[in-house]
């Protein structure tokens, strides 16, 4: 089926386990601001995935490596939001995306990546270093699409954004995440519909 005659499909990971984490309320939050034409589902097993070992990384991947492969390959786009730990990407994204170094899913994949964080700095060293590793992962990071967001607990409340800047800043990055996937599925990237 091609994609232009059925929704697209968007997986979103946050980078926090917390019950209360502000980027997984951040990524509910996406819900009323996506197009029409876009479906966005989270993917929550990050959790349950185990420890990055290149010795188990052969043809019978533990079921929990297998599900997030299968969902990564199926999506047409992804977007990861992340807080900051120490500087860093949290240790449990990290051993997330090491899975999926050598199976390939994020090849030519259209992402779009937020770090958001209680501080002035927006989580901005995790951010780097996320965008760090997609790239060697050869993620396609949407421009324009990925962006830090300081003071995030002060601008969601409630489960809903309460700042109008932000909203618009995350309604861009949404359609500039749809155009690279219709691009991807034009130029015949990833295996689209």
Request: proline share 7%.
């Amino acid at each position: 089926m091609p994609l232009n005659s059925s929704p697209i499909k968007i997986t979103a990971i946050s980078g926090s386990l917390r019950r209360q984490s502000s980027n997984t309320s951040l990524i509910h939050a996406l819900y009323p601001l996506a197009p029409e034409t876009m479906e966005i589902s989270i993917f929550e097993g990050i959790g349950d995935l185990p420890h990055f070992n290149p010795d188990m990384d052969g043809d019978d991947p533990a079921p929990s490596v297998a599900r997030l492969r299968d969902t990564i390959r199926q999506a047409d786009g992804v977007i990861i939001s992340t807080p900051e730990y120490a500087h860093g990407v949290p240790g449990v994204l990290k051993n997330a995306l090491d899975w999926l170094v050598s199976s390939g899913e994020f090849v030519y994949k259209p992402v779009a990546v937020v770090s958001g964080s209680p501080m002035e700095t927006g989580g901005e060293k995790a951010h780097e270093s996320l965008q760090m590793t997609l790239r060697m992962m050869t993620a396609d990071l949407v421009e324009g699409g990925s962006f830090t967001i300081p003071f995030l607990n002060q601008k969601l409340r409630g489960g809903e954004i309460k700042d109008e800047e932000l909203n618009e800043r995350l309604k861009g990055m949404l359609g500039k995440l749809e155009e690279a996937v219709r691009e991807a599925a034009a130029n015949g990237m990833n295996g689209f519909r």
